[in-house]
């Protein structure tokens, strides 16, 4: 069974995802506000290893990508 990965590693996961239609580097509060959250709220995800499943599903959604190859 997979396990679920970092959050640090899933932010740069959306990073990466992100940087093909942003130009230049893509920072923390601008995956926030892609996932539709405040910055405090995404760090303190990330801070606390917990990451936003039920927006970064509707992430994958809206960009149609499959949710497993960013969280497993």
Do not use: Q
Not at 9 to 14: G, V
Request: proline share 4%; net charge neutral.
């Amino acid at each position: 069974m997979k396990e679920f990965i970092e959050c640090r590693e899933i932010a740069e996961r959306i990073k990466d995802i992100m940087s093909k239609d942003v130009e230049g580097f893509v920072f923390d509060y601008m995956v926030a506000d892609e996932l539709g959250i405040p910055y405090s709220t995404f760090r303190f995800a990330i801070t606390k290893n917990k990451p936003p499943v039920k927006e970064i599903a509707l992430f994958c959604y809206k960009r149609k990508l499959i949710i497993n190859d960013i969280i497993f």
